[in-house]
């Protein structure tokens, strides 16, 4: 195997680590957004963008691992004792990569919380602000008849 898949697959990994870090970050921001007295919608949806790129670059790494892996798994397998210390690296980031995953995974699952809390909150607002219109539009319309002198009749008979 030529040192250069080597080299090339644990710079993917560490790549992969990098991500995730700043995945994590996001998450993080996320979170706060989302637990703010008065939510940024402008920032949220900066930052959903700003994961979804991350997502497609982590995905474009991980396919791109699989298929050097794929061209050169017999020759890995074949000559490990040669590659003792990149496979132990890699092994290493591979350890990182699934700490990073589960942290992710966990904080992802708070935000779902997080988000269903903030919709459970708008919906309330909405719903109470058309409580308000409705109220409002009802006294109007009583303080109309109000003003309004219904027809009278005059009897003229004695």
């Known amino acids: 195997m030529s040192d250069a898949y080597m080299t090339m697959m644990i710079e993917s990994q560490e ?3 990098e991500l995730l870090n700043r995945a994590i970050e996001l998450d993080r921001e996320q979170e706060e957004i989302m637990t703010g007295e008065k939510p940024d919608m402008g920032a949220l949806n900066a930052n959903i963008t700003a994961k979804g790129a991350l997502v497609a670059e ?3 790494l991980d396919d791109g691992f699989e298929a050097l892996y794929a061209k050169v798994r017999d020759e890995f397998i074949e000559k490990k ?5 990149e496979i132990r690296t890699l092994q290493g980031l591979i350890r990182k990569i699934t700490e990073k995953i589960a942290e992710v995974e966990a904080i992802e699952a708070r935000s779902k919380v997080n988000f269903e809390n903030f919709m459970k909150k708008r919906r309330q607002n909405l719903k109470e602000s058309r409580g308000s219109v409705k109220a409002a539009n009802v006294y109007a319309v009583n303080m109309r ?14």
């Open 15 to 17: 790549k992969k680590l």
């Open 145 to 158: 008849r109000m003003n309004k002198i219904d027809s009278m009749f005059l009897d003229n008979k004695k």
């Open 81 to 85: 004792d040669a590659h003792k210390d």
């Open 58 to 60: 982590l995905d474009r």
